[in-house]
């Protein structure tokens, strides 16, 4: 509709302003790196060390080899991704309230998140990610036959969260296994059906992204362990005895 493509060029006007410079030399920097020596055979947590997940370096790279091999390449993935989501959650949260409503939420959602940042970005990805796994669950929060395509969204967003953050993807487990729970304790389903919603739950959110990353970097759980949680935590920690001292 008019309404979305408005939305959408609103949602791109920073974007365009803004794709032709190197926002962040540091961060993005690392980005650019990651992918550079992926690419160059080497493997995240094996070959050097990233308190980044490596579903960060697969979607800007993918955009990388997509497009003409540069940086504009991964800032015109960013771009599809921006309009992927809002896309997406407009039509998610369109289920249960008005077009227009849903639309406005989705926007506000995607300008604080997807299209803060010029290139793929693994904080407001994961932050996506968040929102369509608990939408998802709100409204099919217990996983049966009839909706199913449902659970595939809520599957895809805790794999892509999984591989992502792990701090805003825990909070898309939490809020999946909150309405998964709410409905047991509401009786919309058996509390049978409810176990199996979690074990699948955490199934897609915990087992299978850290199986998928040790499967393509040969990592060990130690190394895994080390790089996305011992690393952040500790410096995160520093940060906050710094500023209690």
């Known amino acids: 509709s008019l309404l979305l493509i408005l939305g959408l060029v609103l949602l791109l006007a920073p974007w365009w302003r803004n794709h ?11 980005v650019m790196a990651g ?9 995240p947590y094996q070959d050097f060390v990233t308190p980044i997940q490596t579903g960060i370096f697969l979607a ?9 091999g540069t940086y504009q390449a991964m800032t015109r993935g960013a771009a599809v991704l921006t309009a992927f989501g809002l896309a997406l959650l407009t039509l998610l949260l369109s289920r249960r309230w008005s077009f227009t409503l849903a639309f406005l939420l989705a926007a506000a959602w995607t300008a604080m998140t997807l299209a803060q940042h010029t290139i793929i970005w693994h904080n407001t990805l994961a932050a996506f ?17 009839d909706t199913w395509p449902w659970h595939v969204l809520t599957a895809g967003a805790l794999l892509v969260g999984g591989l992502t953050k792990l701090n805003a993807h825990l ?37 299978l992204p850290i199986a998928i990353e040790l499967a393509w970097t040969g990592a060990s759980l130690a190394t895994w362990w080390y790089n996305v949680v011992t690393l952040p935590f500790a410096s995160r920690s520093g940060e906050l005895a710094a500023i209690l001292d």
Do not use: C
């Not at 800007?60 to 003409?68: I, K, M, P, S, V």
């Not at 669950?137 to 036959?145: E, I, Q, S």
């Open 20 to 30: 032709g410079y190197l926002r962040d030399f540091y961060d993005y920097g690392l």
């Open 35 to 43: 992918v550079g020596r992926i690419d160059a055979g080497e493997r």
């Open 60 to 68: 800007n790279g993918w955009a990388e080899q997509l497009g003409d």
């Open 129 to 145: 990610a968040l929102a369509v796994a608990a939408s998802s669950a709100a409204v099919a929060p217990l996983w049966r036959k």
């Open 171 to 207: 909070v898309a487990l939490a809020a999946v296994v909150a309405w998964a729970l709410q409905a047991g304790l509401l009786r919309k389903g058996e509390w049978r059906r409810v176990a199996v919603t979690l074990l699948l739950a955490g199934f897609f959110a915990i087992v």
